[in-house]
């Protein structure tokens, strides 16, 4: 072990530092819903106002408060506003990380939970969410720690913990609202139903006295919310922003019953054969009449939980799911953990394939993703170093698998492929978006030549409006229809008005007579379709007003 310490310390803290906190402040905010967050945390900051959060001066019943409050508490400690708003689910994720590690420690041993740490802080979702200023790696953060602090708790001989994992819930609660007291009853329920030894270790502990605790910490701004705003507060977060929000039909196209199941499966890459093989080998053992211990239980009703609440959801967004993300990491790392150990088990055969699988996985990655940078992705050819990792690193584990190899204790080879990956969209892929987001160039330049009193807007920006809302920095009229345009555009005042050029050709063609100050060319959509070379057009948006030149 004391060879492999310090490499496996040192990977970890590349990992750390790259996926996490690199470059975390150099892009500008993405449209929609970071620079709406991030807005909205800046006008707490600007209005003092720190228990009702507004947007564009309005308030905003979208998200409880917590996270705002933290948000703008880092954006008042940081010169750079985009870090300062990224702050939080940057250091969410790696507590969320260390408490995977802990976790896994605690209960199936330091193997384990390095493994488990490693193959988390490499997760895509991680990645991708703690990167981005919004508030699921925060809230994964408090609702996967109470259900670790309960568990050890229970499972673990350490009673105390639980009231530590009560108030994490009211924090995960006070974060995204009543989802996580719904979310982490329904999967401890489900845990009780299907094993009795869980049934026993579970309900010794102080459920009733938990809940009242979680009430008392998480229900003060809700109440206060409701005191202020009265019936606006519970038909705009109660009502729309939960139960409509689950139930109703508001969003068309919304993806089918296999949406988040596809999302887990991709974003596990390349350790989804891994977890298949452990499903399988549970599911055999469980025929041969076999009951799995309790941990691997928790382990499984956790995520399986997690993903059919949302999966009955009208409305679906590929991050919701992301709770279920680090018990499936510690499934993956103790499946790692039991072939090296048990190498001839028939008990394993599943699993063993699974790792047998992972080498190949990362070969068809890297091989896709070549073929893609070639046939047509408009990036600098920098970026091939993201498919040469990955398919290197997958031709060596394949060639070791063949070989006979005993896995190693970390799977280092995985990990440092993942590791140049995300240097590579880092130093490359992100820079590539930059260039092209010219929004909010043109927010800030309309915010240099615009008077104080002069009037802004936007005409049907759709997922601009957030972007350009905050880079332009002072309340904007968002304009939707053509009669809101025709009355704001044809006052006396003066206006600066944000739109794409094609609105702007139509609002002519309806006898408006305007005037463009300002335009810039930039993406069509900030998602990875805008960088196929040729396929799409970029988007023109101008500036109206006026104000004479």
Request: hydrophobic letters at 50%.
């Amino acid at each position: 072990m004391s060879k492999v310490a310090p490499p496996v310390g040192l990977l970890a803290i590349a990992l750390i530092f790259v996926v996490l906190f690199w470059r975390l402040g150099t892009p500008t905010f993405w449209d929609p819903d970071e620079a709406h967050y991030a807005e909205t945390s800046r006008e707490m900051l600007a209005s003092g106002d720190w228990w009702a959060p507004h947007y564009n001066e309005q308030p905003f019943f979208d998200k409880p408060v917590l996270f705002h409050q933290l948000q703008a508490v880092a954006m008042r400690l940081f010169a750079d506003p985009e870090l300062g708003a990224r702050f939080v689910p940057a250091s969410a994720a790696l507590l969320l990380v260390a408490i995977t590690g802990w976790f896994s420690a605690t209960l199936l041993g330091v193997e384990v939970a390095i493994v488990a740490g490693l193959i988390l802080v490499s997760n895509p979702g991680v990645f991708g969410l703690a990167r981005y200023a919004i508030l699921d790696t925060l809230f994964t953060m408090f609702l996967f720690g109470a259900a670790a602090c309960i568990s050890v708790a229970a499972l673990g001989g350490r009673p105390r913990l639980q009231w530590m994992g009560y108030v994490s819930l009211a924090l995960a609660i006070a974060t995204k609202g009543p989802v996580a007291l719904v979310l982490c009853g329904l999967a401890l329920l489900v845990s009780i139903a299907v094993s009795a030894e869980l049934r026993r270790q579970l309900l010794a502990l102080h459920w009733a006295v938990g809940l009242l605790i979680v009430v008392v910490l998480s229900a003060p701004p809700f109440l206060y919310l409701y005191l202020r705003f009265g019936q606006d507060f519970v038909s705009g977060y109660l009502l729309d922003e939960n139960l409509k929000l689950f139930t109703a039909s508001r969003f068309r196209n919304q993806p089918g019953y296999g949406f988040y199941f596809q999302i887990l499966a991709l974003g596990l890459l390349p350790w989804t054969g891994l977890l298949v093989g452990r499903l399988i080998d549970n599911l055999r053992a469980i025929a041969r009449g076999e009951r799995l211990d309790s941990i691997e239980t928790l382990l499984w009703t956790w995520p399986l939980t997690i993903t059919l609440f949302f999966t009955l959801s009208t409305f679906k967004l590929d991050h919701y799911v992301f709770p279920a993300v680090p018990a499936l990491c510690v499934l993956c790392a103790r499946g790692w953990s039991d072939v090296r150990a048990r190498r001839g088990d028939p008990a394993l055969l599943a699993t063993r394939a699974g790792c047998y699988l992972i080498g190949p996985l990362l070969i068809m990655v890297g091989a896709g993703g070549g073929y893609l940078l070639a046939a047509g992705l408009e990036l600098p050819w920098g970026t091939a170093i993201v498919p040469a990792a990955l398919f290197a690193a997958g031709v060596l584990i394949t060639i070791a698998d063949l070989r006979g190899a005993t896995p190693p204790s970390v799977p280092w080879r995985v990990l440092s492929a993942m590791l140049a990956t995300y240097a590579g969209l880092i130093l490359f892929v992100l820079p590539s978006f930059e260039q092209r987001k010219v929004v909010p160039e043109v927010a800030a330049w309309v915010d240099a030549h615009a008077q104080p009193t002069d009037r802004i807007a936007s005409y049907r920006l759709n997922r601009w409006s957030p972007v350009y809302r905050y880079y332009v920095n002072r309340h904007t009229t968002f304009l939707e229809t053509h009669a809101e345009a025709a009355e704001f555009l044809t006052r006396p005042e003066p206006y600066y008005c944000l739109m794409r050029h094609e609105a702007y050709e139509e609002l002519v063609a309806k006898g408006l007579r305007l005037k463009i100050l300002h335009e810039r060319e930039g993406l069509p959509a900030t998602s990875g379709r805008a960088l196929w070379r040729g396929r799409n057009r970029l988007t023109r948006f101008v500036v109206v007003s006026n104000v004479p030149k």
